[in-house]
Antibody
Framework: EVELLESGGGLVQPGGSLRLSCAASGFTFSNYAMSWVRQAPGKGLEWVASIGDRPINTYYADSMKGRFTISRDNSNNILYLYMSSLRADDTATYYC??????????????WGQGALVTVSS | DTQMTQSPSTLSASIGDRVTITCRASQSISTWLAWYQQKPGKAPRLLIYKASSLESGVPSRFSGSGSGTEFTLTISSLQPDDFATYYCQQYNDYWTFGQGTKVEIK
């Protein structure tokens, strides 16, 4: 059974940084691209970043470029999202999601339960 | 960037109703479109991919159609478990979600 378990969320001050982790199990992690999607309270879904099976292929939404970094550890089946220069409008639940293929643009067939990040002083 | 626009934003329907949600892309995305269902406090669930392909385990009352810039999600006979918010997503050029359609009980 595929499982994605996010951790690392919490309260952070504006301008601060935070690293989210997503532990994957139940599938061959190194064979699939992975993504982060966020959802602000009461709002819709927003794609954040994606990484191919090979870590050299990374993609970011424009508003996250230069502030967020997606990475992966294929030896330990973990996906990361490092977030810096955080702003109040980054407050959201961050979901880890598995893509259906190894690279390129594909839909997300499995999602984690989400990690809440609150940016506030 | 490809923008996705869903309509309506909210839909009130009764059990057994046929429900249709529309999604329009700002430019052609061929059939690179997915639909997701999300219930309050839960992660989204993939329903449809490549515009009309049903994800494994999804009930057959869900169907998708369209290509280019206009797409629809249809629920043939609305069931109690279907009251949720539905999102379209293009994956032709990066990934973009529609703003969502909430299906409420009439």
């Amino acid at each position: 059974e595929v499982e994605l378990l996010e951790s690392g969320g919490g309260l952070v001050q504006p301008g601060g940084s935070l690293r989210l982790s997503c532990a994957a199990s139940g599938f061959t992690f190194s064979n699939y691209a992975m993504s982060w999607v966020r959802q602000a309270p009461g709002k819709g879904l927003e794609w954040v970043a994606s990484i191919g099976d090979r870590p050299i292929n990374t993609y970011y939404a424009d508003s996250m470029k230069g502030r967020f970094t997606i990475s992966r550890d294929n030896s330990n089946n973990i996906l990361y999202l490092y977030m810096s220069s955080l702003r109040a409008d980054d407050t959201a639940t961050y979901y880890c999601a598995k893509e259906t293929e190894s690279s390129g643009y594909y839909p997300f067939d499995y999602w984690g339960q989400g990690a809440l990040v609150t940016v506030s002083s | 960037d490809t923008q996705m626009t869903q309509s309506p934003s909210t839909l009130s329907a009764s059990i057994g109703d046929r429900v249709t949600i529309t999604c329009r892309a700002s430019q052609s995305i061929s059939t690179w479109l997915a639909w997701y269902q999300q219930k309050p406090g839960k992660a989204p669930r993939l329903l449809i991919y490549k515009a009309s392909s049903l994800e494994s385990g999804v009930p057959s009352r869900f169907s998708g159609s369209g290509s280019g810039t206009e797409f629809t999600l249809t629920i043939s006979s609305l069931q109690p478990d279907d009251f949720a918010t539905y999102y379209c997503q293009q994956y032709n050029d990066y990934w973009t979600f529609g703003q969502g359609t909430k299906v409420e009980i009439k």
